[in-house]
T-cell receptor, first 112, second 113 residues
Framework: SQTIHQWPATLVQPVGSPLSLECTVE??????LYWYRQAAGRGLQLLFY??????ISSEVPQNLSASRPQDRQFILSSKKLLLSDSGFYLC???????????FGEGSRLTVL | AQSVTQLGSHVSVSEGALVLLRCNYS??????LFWYVQYPNQGLQLLLK??????LVKGINGFEAEFKKSETSFHLTKPSAHMSDAAEYFC???????????FGKGTRLSVIA
């Protein structure tokens, strides 16, 4: 069966510091991968998606970037965090033709 | 284009009462519809989905939803609420291209003892 994991689960970072959140999928090959953000009181915002190694599409211009160095690894990064980057970050992979998403456990980022 | 509207950002029910969470959608293609549940500080978990076939779909934890094309609705119900049902619920519709799903803004369900 397929599993998806994110880490770290919780992160507190000062403004201006770098960020790296990692997501790994097991049990499937060449998955479509996604990064979402949930800010307090708001819904799900799609940040990035990837259909393959090295292929990244950005949905929202922002202070963040994503990379996919391996087939089942998806990384969310920032060189300098802003206060507005605080939120709950979710990684997901997409199943086949019906399109449902399967989410990781989430990473809560607090920027102080 | 696809869109989802969830009526009510917060719904409160008594333990044992009927749960009804409303979702209306707009889709230019035959819709695939989904309900997800999110417990505090956790990821989203798929509750149920409608793709084709039977319009009444049963999911986990006793939830079910009925696809009504004429009403463009996909409301989520559970006959008897349990304290453990308190969570955020998201309705979603399949999107086009590489965007996987379009989500509603979510409905927070509170269950009162």
């Amino acid at each position: 069966s397929q599993t998806i994991h994110q880490w770290p689960a919780t992160l507190v970072q000062p403004v201006g510091s770098p960020l790296s959140l990692e997501c790994t999928v097991e049990g499937t090959s060449n998955p479509n991968l996604y990064w979402y953000r949930q800010a307090a009181g708001r819904g799900l915002q799609l940040l990035f998606y990837s259909v393959g190694i090295g292929q990244i599409s950005s949905e929202v211009p922002q202070n963040l970037s994503a990379s996919r160095p391996q087939d089942r690894q998806f990384i969310l990064s920032s060189k300098k965090l802003l206060l507005s980057d605080s939120g709950f970050y979710l990684c997901a992979w997409r199943r086949g033709t019906t399109g449902e998403l399967f989410f990781g456990e989430g990473s809560r980022l607090t920027v102080l | 284009a696809q869109s989802v509207t969830q009526l009510g950002s917060h719904v409160s029910v008594s333990e044992g009462a009927l749960v009804l969470l409303r979702c209306n959608y707009s889709s230019s293609v035959p819709p695939y519809l989904f309900w997800y549940v999110q417990y505090p500080n956790q990821g989203l978990q798929l509750l149920l989905k409608y793709t084709t076939g039977a319009t009444l779909v049963k999911g986990i934890n006793g939830f079910e939803a009925e696809f009504k094309k004429s009403e463009t609705s996909f409301h989520l119900t559970k006959p008897s609420a349990h304290m453990s049902d308190a969570a955020e619920y998201f309705c979603a519709v399949r999107a086009s291209g590489n965007t996987p799903l379009v989500f509603g803004k979510g409905t927070r369900l509170s269950v009162i003892a």
